[in-house]
């Protein structure tokens, strides 16, 4: 099977507070942090955001799709793998 085919059928995507879309690939993604109930005080997420993705490279992504949303595409994503 074609290498970018197997790759893109791995990737989820995601949607960033600002209205832009994100692809990550599910085997980068190390932790996720959802959203504290309101008043938000947690300065690594966006107002808008419902889920922090702590990625492999260091990185922070806040996106809007609640945490159990991102749970079950990471784990629709693992399925296709198989």
């Known amino acids: 099977m074609d290498f970018l085919l197997v790759a893109g ?3 989820i995507l995601l949607h960033r507070a ?6 990550v ?3 980068h993604v190390t932790g996720l942090h ?7 005080t947690n300065k690594l997420s966006h107002p ?5 993705l702590w990625l ?4 922070l992504l806040s996106v809007i799709e609640t945490c ?3 749970k079950k595409l990471l784990g629709e994503a ?5």
């Open 48 to 52: 808008e955001g419902r889920c922090v």
């Open 56 to 59: 492999a490279d260091g990185r």
């Open 78 to 82: 693992d399925d296709r793998t198989r």
């Open 68 to 70: 159990d949303v991102v």
């Open 34 to 40: 959802a959203k504290a109930p309101m008043p938000n």
């Open 25 to 27: 690939a599910p085997a």
């Open 9 to 11: 059928l791995t990737m």
């Open 18 to 23: 600002d209205g832009g879309e994100v692809a």
